[in-house]
């Protein structure tokens, strides 16, 4: 696909988690991005767009005001994200995070909404699934 070629994060080791999803409500699937399981990055996530509409000029680009961390910015060892319908939706997707596999990382579940170009926490999903156990966590939304 022309265009879909980039770094997510510079210098970045170790890989990353993607999902994508229609977190702006355009009809479009975006693109979001959180570093892979590394002791050096925290749970720094990342929204993009995609813009096919100059063919083979299409070209990726951040989404406005969709890159934050998920977590205390102490929390290292990156995240995992997914995507699922707001209930009652045909298109409109929210976020999911839990923080990466690592010591420390305790199972935080958290849902996120992109509304009008800035990201907001969901309060109604914001838990630990496992108390004060765990080592990170795995999301998985549906489409």
């Known amino acids: 696909m022309p265009g879909l070629e980039y770094f997510a994060y510079a210098g970045l080791k170790y890989g990353l988690n993607f999902t994508t999803g229609d977190l702006d409500g355009d009809g479009q699937e975006d693109i979001v991005t959180a570093p892979g399981p590394c002791s050096t990055y925290g749970a720094f996530i990342r929204g993009w767009k995609y813009d ?4 083979p000029d ?4 951040l989404l406005n005001g969709f890159s934050f961390f998920a977590y205390d ?7 995992d994200v997914s995507c699922g319908l707001y209930p009652g939706e045909k298109s409109k997707h929210m ?3 839990a923080p990466g596999p690592g010591e420390g990382n305790r199972s935080h579940i958290r849902g996120w909404s992109y509304v009008a170009g800035a990201i907001q ?13 765990g080592y990170g966590g795995h999301v998985a939304g549906e489409k």
């Open 52 to 55: 096919r509409q100059h063919g």
């Open 58 to 61: 299409a070209r990726i680009s």
């Open 73 to 79: 910015q102490g929390t290292k060892y990156g995240a």
């Open 95 to 97: 976020l999911f995070t």
């Open 121 to 133: 926490s969901i309060p109604g999903i914001n838990f630990f699934a496992y108390g004060a156990y």
